[in-house]
């Protein structure tokens, strides 16, 4: 079955300071997607970051970073520099690539919070 | 451009009303999703929709739960009769087919059934 394990429910951090966020995932499809996504306390859902399970190198985008280690099935976040915006609900979801199927399997997300 | 757009962003009901959620996707997005997000249950997807037609409804509670997409740009969500346990942010989300498909989240819709 496919599942998505966030160990963290609730995390702080120094502001400018790198954070990471755990999440390992479990599936038997050969090729998946990996999402993150960002949930501030006014509740919209916004997507932040995509590693796809063959890509050969870690996905970037500005100050996030997936640290993606296939063989032990994680695929970390990593923020760098943090600033007190970050400071939201995050979530990690997966689906397969092959095949129409689209649905997303969401973990149960890590709070993050930025201390000034 | 405009994103995905729901009504209403609060929603006040008394059990046993009928509730009607209504989103309306980004323009050219291939998928519809809704969903319901709690603090015991987390995000759940109750059902999505490919070109209008429901792919997957697995997540879709029980009967007293009916979701539509009569064209590309709107689909409902509607439960009747509704019930306290309904009580949720209920979110639309919409994606295309090719690329990511990351999918683009409108601002929810709080339901509050008393």
């Known amino acids: 079955a496919q599942k998505i394990t966030q160990t963290q429910p609730g995390m702080f951090v120094q502001e400018k300071e790198a954070v990471t966020l755990d999440c390992t995932y479990d599936t038997s499809d050969p090729s998946y997607g990996l999402f993150w996504y960002k949930q501030p306390s006014s509740g919209e859902m916004i997507f932040l970051i995509y590693q796809g399970s063959y890509d050969q190198q870690n996905a970037t985008e500005g100050r996030y970073s997936l640290n993606f280690q296939k063989a032990r099935k994680s695929a970390n976040l990593v923020i760098s520099a943090s600033q007190l915006g970050d400071s939201a609900m995050y979530f990690c979801?997966?689906?397969?690539?092959?095949?129409?199927?689209?649905?997303?399997?969401w973990g149960l997300g890590t709070s993050l919070g930025v201390n000034p | 451009d405009a994103g995905v757009i729901q009504s209403p962003r609060h929603e006040v009901t008394e059990m046993g009303q009928e509730v009607t959620l209504r989103c309306k996707p980004i323009?050219?997005?291939?998928?519809l999703f809704w969903y319901r997000q709690t603090m015991m249950r987390g995000l759940e997807l109750l059902i999505y929709?490919?070109?209008?037609?429901?792919?997957?409804d697995s997540g879709m509670p029980e009967d007293r739960f009916s979701a539509k997409m009569p064209n590309a740009s709107f689909s409902t969500l509607k439960i009747q009769p509704s019930e306290p346990r309904d009580s949720a942010v209920y979110f639309c989300?919409?994606?295309?087919?090719?690329?990511?498909?990351?999918?683009?989240f409108g601002p929810g819709t709080r339901l509050t059934v008393l």
């Open positions: 989300a919409s994606s295309l087919l090719a690329g990511y498909n990351e999918q683009f």
């Open positions: 979801a997966m689906r397969p690539i092959s095949g129409n199927n689209r649905k997303l399997i």
């Open positions: 323009s050219g997005h291939d998928y």
């Open positions: 929709f490919n070109n209008n037609v429901p792919i997957d």
